[in-house]
């Protein structure tokens, strides 16, 4: 059983288009984040939510809204893409204190064309 | 400038080598510090984590912090081709736990 699930893996898509990533740990975990890495490898913040409650908002535009049903289920919807969305985006989850660490979903690779 | 600087690499090394890899900080309320491996196409995963200056081991991995320098290290003994991959180092403060803060990560090649 995949710990940290995200789908889709690969997103196509054109220039103005609206578009949801979805993610789902079945570790128990009450944090889940979303991080964004881009073509070198760097790893960033944009949310982070402690049962269901929003508590890291880094600067991240507008466009960019997440949105927890339960503790389980932490999604990304990303409304007129633009290139420079092009990225990876990471969902992770932690039992609480970074220190024990994040368990990171495979990625969805975003590509706006 | 960035929170945290690591040099991307790459960085290759014949098979038993030992690989050294390291990051310095700027922000001296870091305590918590993580390394974290990523192979290619995959997440990130924990690799090592400490709270304390000193040294940590962990089978042919030894992780280094120095608070001092603000300097934390990785270092892989006898190296196998099954350790390429990207080295992320990652960083938090004590009261903001949900928050890591990454290295840009090195890309190290073992050669078999």
């Known amino acids: 059983d995949t710990a940290v699930s995200q789908t889709p893996k690969y997103l196509v898509t054109q220039m103005g288009n609206d578009k949801s990533i979805k993610c789902e740990q079945n570790?128990?975990?009450?944090?889940m984040y979303w991080y964004k890495q881009d073509s070198k490898k760097f790893l960033k913040i944009m949310f982070s939510?402690?049962?269901?409650?929003?508590?890291i908002n880094e600067t991240v535009p507008n466009r960019f809204s997440p949105k927890s049903p339960d503790k389980a289920h932490l999604n990304l919807h990303i409304n007129s893409l633009e290139l420079g969305d092009s990225a990876v985006y990471f969902c992770a989850s932690s039992p609480g204190q970074v220190l024990y660490g994040y368990t990171f979903g495979s990625g969805t690779r975003l590509t706006v064309v | 400038q960035k929170e945290v600087e690591q040099d991307p690499g790459p960085l290759s090394v014949p098979e038993g080598a030992i690989v050294s890899l390291n990051c310095t900080y700027s922000n001296s309320a870091f305590q918590y510090f993580m390394w974290y491996r990523q192979y290619s196409r995959k997440g990130p995963e924990l690799l090592m984590y400490?709270?304390?200056?000193g040294n940590k081991e962990d089978g042919r991995f030894t992780a280094q912090v120095d608070k001092s320098s603000k300097y934390i290290s990785l270092f892989i003994r006898d190296s196998q081709p099954s350790d390429s991959a990207t080295y992320l180092c990652?960083?938090?403060?004590?009261?903001?736990?949900?928050?890591?803060?990454f290295g840009a990560g090195t890309t190290v090649t073992v050669r078999a």
């Open positions: 990652a960083m938090s403060v004590p009261n903001n736990d949900y928050k890591l803060s």
């Open positions: 570790l128990g975990h009450d944090t």
């Open positions: 939510y402690n049962n269901k409650e929003l508590i």
């Open positions: 400490t709270y304390s200056s």
